[in-house]
């Protein structure tokens, strides 16, 4: 089975290289978001990259997991993984909510997007160089679009063949689903950072 794979916020496949599984793993790359695109809409058109002619699953991590959500309402994937993730908007914390009713992220300029490497390591956990690289590489104007569009996120929907893994830590986004997998200590860069554990998880789960 083919395991379509989305990165979080500004990261691309690198934070897959060190998982080792079963299943093929095909990292999906990031299209250019439309002005004032929803994420959900966002979700239908970077679906179209996924051959649905044979069987697959999602895999997403962070803001990839919300899109994997969307897509997953789409599409049919016989399994939808999200890690350190949410699959509705009440598994965000209620600030990101607050901040998307007020609005006012599009009023910022793109500068306030591009956060310090100190800040990241504080929230991420983690001081893994490979943070350090995707956020010297991430495009504040991409970063901007998505914190508008997670501020936005409106699903209510609970989807089928869903399994959640989360870090006892994570101070993102925090676990708020009592079903979820979660690996204790484990912080938002878990990916990359509990690596080996989450394979472990994975080839287990996925049958």
């Known amino acids: 089975m083919k395991i379509y794979a989305i990165a979080g916020l500004g990261a691309d496949k690198r934070v897959f290289e060190h998982l080792d599984l079963n299943h093929e793993l095909i990292p999906l790359d990031w299209i250019v978001p439309l002005a ?18 044979e069987e ?28 350190a993730s949410a699959e509705t908007k009440t598994e965000l914390r209620w600030v990101y909510r607050l901040i998307g009713k007020t609005r006012v992220l599009p009023l910022f300029p793109k500068r306030v997007f ?41 699903n209510q929907e609970k989807i089928n063949n869903c399994l959640k893994i989360s870090g006892s830590k994570d101070k993102i986004l925090p676990p708020k689903d009592q079903k979820a997998i979660l690996i204790k200590g484990a912080q938002h860069f878990m990916i990359v950072d509990c690596a080996q554990e989450i394979s472990a998880i994975l080839n287990r789960e996925i049958r």
């Not at 803001?63 to 599409?75: I, N, R, W």
């Not at 490979?130 to 504040?140: G, N, R």
């Open 36 to 53: 004032g695109e929803s994420l959900a809409s966002y979700a239908q058109r970077l679906a179209q990259k996924v051959d649905t002619r």
């Open 114 to 154: 591009d956060i310090s490497i100190s800040m990241a390591w504080f929230l991420f956990g983690t001081k893994n160089p490979v943070l350090k690289q995707i956020l010297d590489e991430t495009d504040p104007a991409f970063a901007k679009w998505a914190a508008i569009a997670i501020t936005h996120w409106d």
């Open 56 to 83: 697959f699953g999602f895999l997403g991590v962070s803001f990839g997991g919300m899109l994997a959500v969307e897509m997953t309402k789409l599409l049919n994937p016989k399994i939808t993984i999200l890690i």
